[in-house]
């Protein structure tokens, strides 16, 4: 049929007009919410319904990651994640093991707060991670950011800034 307002429908024997057809979107919008360190972030992005099932998984690493227990995901305005389970223990990592080789007392609490930066692509927007941190809270967090770039796959710019008064 050419004409989709010629269209007719029928209903226990009884033709009705179609008035609109329904047409599928185009994009849907992914929408991740989270705190990390001492900020709360917010980014979005439009994906194709080809894209979107894959940009929901990332979101969802990108949340979990986080370690927000209030971090979310949405899709088209409709809440569709939050974080359940998180990972317990930090790995001991190369950094941390060299970092603590050239200052026993990196990450002793109340040494210093360490800035951590995170940059990368979800969809077609950039996202920039800029958060600081407690000494005694940099393993956790250099874990945690380095979960998102895993998720996303597209880090452009990773960077942890130790306090002024640490050694170099």
Same mark, same amino acid.
């Given at each position: 049929?050419?004409?989709?307002?010629?269209?007719?429908?029928?209903?226990?024997?009884?033709?009705?007009?179609?008035?609109?057809?329904?047409?599928?979107?185009?994009?849907?919008?992914?929408?991740?919410?989270?705190?990390?360190?001492?900020?709360?972030?917010?980014?979005?992005?439009?994906?194709?319904?080809?894209?979107?099932?894959?940009?929901?998984?990332?979101?969802?690493?990108?949340?979990?990651?986080?370690?927000?227990?209030?971090?979310?995901?949405?899709?088209?305005?409709?809440?569709?994640?939050?974080?359940?389970?998180?990972?317990?223990?930090?790995?001991?990592?190369?950094?941390?093991?060299?970092?603590?080789?050239? =200052?026993?007392?990196?990450?002793?609490?109340?040494?210093?707060?360490?800035?951590? =930066?995170?940059?990368?692509?979800?969809? =077609?927007?950039?996202?920039?991670?800029?958060?600081?941190?407690?000494?005694?809270?940099?393993?956790?967090?250099?874990?945690?950011?380095?979960?998102?770039?895993?998720?996303?796959?597209? =880090?452009?710019?990773?960077?942890?800034?130790?306090?002024?008064?640490?050694?170099?």
């Amino acid at each position: 049929m050419s004409n989709p307002s010629a269209a007719t429908t029928s209903l226990a024997g009884q033709s009705t007009a179609v008035a609109t057809p329904v047409i599928a979107p185009t994009a849907q919008v992914i929408l991740v919410k989270m705190a990390f360190g001492d900020a709360f972030y917010e980014f979005s992005s439009p994906f194709s319904i080809v894209a979107v099932d894959h940009a929901v998984l990332t979101a969802s690493a990108i949340a979990v990651a986080s370690g927000d227990h209030n971090a979310s995901v949405w899709r088209d305005g409709v809440l569709i994640f939050t974080p359940e389970i998180f990972p317990l223990d930090v790995p001991v990592t190369d950094f941390c093991v060299d970092v603590l080789r050239e =200052c026993p007392s990196a990450f002793d609490v109340g040494n210093g707060s360490w800035e951590l =930066c995170v940059e990368f692509v979800f969809g =077609c927007s950039l996202v920039t991670i800029k958060s600081s941190f407690p000494s005694h809270q940099v393993p956790w967090a250099r874990f945690q950011a380095k979960a998102m770039t895993r998720a996303v796959g597209n =880090c452009k710019r990773f960077s942890l800034q130790p306090p002024s008064n640490y050694p170099m």
